[in-house]
């Protein structure tokens, strides 16, 4: 018997085993909750189709929850995996920002639960969410990937079929859930700040200005140093096209004046590199340049896109093509012809 090759497995095995139990993570049939904080969870399905995270705040009386996933089905999930870990009631869900991902799910919170954003995310919300742009190229995607899934399951060998059945039963799915989204905007708003104080927890929640929308919110624990910054603090690039990347800058200047050590973003793993934010501004100030010369050209939007070269942002944020989203280029042209 080889004891190395016997013993160091076990010795990893025991190794990740405690970094595990040091986490604390509960695991439910449809989400990973990681205690990011004393009574502080990262809430994060665990089936393979995109989603955003949410965050859930279980005090002394209570449970503050923020974003609501991008369906009432996802969020009824949630509300589920909630019960596994605090018996207290859900009183208060606070939005993030408008988006379909992360806001699409309030209204399987119910009438009791006080909804809290910013006053744009309710005029986002109370308006016509379903007929956003991003909500409808997400609706649109989905229906193409499950057209391409029904030309892969017609041409598919009876070896393959079950797992691209799989797929196709997880769109088929998202899609029906789509049908039973009727969005509920905030019921309570602030336009700079706002504190919960609930029991011993205090909540701050601060809008540090425009960035990834015109409305985005943080959410600030100050005893416990964590901030949940939805999209508008990423591990990388957030998504652009609603954005106002002239502003963005200086609204992650103001958000590095929070004391805090772990953000949680909206998207993705939390992280406690505060380097980040700052590669990430010099990434949107970069990227603003390089679009201003290419608009006063005329160049077309795609075309630009196209043509535009970030990867000097490799080492720092690991890009490494040429070329940037069209949606982005397309949001810094409307911003640079004056559109709000
Ligand atoms: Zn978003």
Do not use: C
């Not at 665990?46 to 996933?69: G, K, M, R, Y």
């Not at 309030?106 to 969410?129: C, S, W």
């Amino acid at each position: 018997m080889n004891i190395k090759r016997t013993i160091i497995p076990l010795l990893l095995l025991a190794l990740s085993a405690h970094l595990v139990a040091d986490e604390h993570i509960i695991t439910t049939p449809s989400h990973r909750l990681t205690e990011v904080a004393n009574g502080v969870y990262l809430a994060q399905t665990t089936a393979p189709l995109f989603n955003s995270n949410a965050l859930v705040i279980v005090n002394e009386e209570d449970v503050v929850v923020v974003d609501s996933h991008l369906t009432p089905a996802k969020a009824r999930d949630l509300v589920a995996s909630i019960k596994s870990v605090t018996t207290k009631p859900i009183t208060t869900l606070i939005n993030s920002h408008f988006h379909w991902d992360h806001a699409h799910g309030n209204q399987v919170f119910g009438d009791g639960v006080q909804i809290i954003g910013h006053e744009y995310t309710r005029m986002k919300l109370a308006g016509t969410p379903l007929e956003e742009t991003q909500y409808v190229l997400a609706t649109a995607g989905n229906k193409a990937t499950l057209a391409r899934i029904r030309e892969m399951l017609t041409n598919a060998s009876e070896e393959d079929r079950p797992e691209i059945q799989k797929w196709f039963d997880l769109y088929s799915q998202q899609a029906e859930d789509w049908k039973e989204i009727a969005p509920i905007p905030p019921d309570t708003t602030l336009n700079d700040r706002m504190t919960l104080f609930r029991g011993s927890r205090e909540i701050q929640i601060h809008f540090f200005g425009r960035a990834h929308t015109g409305g985005d919110i943080t959410v600030y624990l100050p005893a416990e140093k964590l901030a949940f910054t939805g999209d508008m603090m990423l591990q990388g690039p957030s998504f652009l096209g609603d954005g106002y990347v002239d502003e963005w800058v200086q609204t992650l200047e103001n958000l590095k004046g929070l004391a805090f050590e772990t953000i949680v973003p909206g998207h993705g793993n939390p992280f406690t590199d505060r380097d980040l934010i700052s590669h990430v501004q010099a990434y949107y100030a970069d990227l603003w340049e390089k679009v201003v010369p290419m608009h006063e050209q005329g160049v077309a939007f795609a075309d630009a896109a196209r043509e535009i070269d970030m990867t000097n942002h490799a080492s720092t944020l690991g890009v490494r093509r040429k070329g940037v989203d069209p949606q982005a280029v397309g949001r810094i042209y409307a911003r640079l012809d004056g559109a709000d």
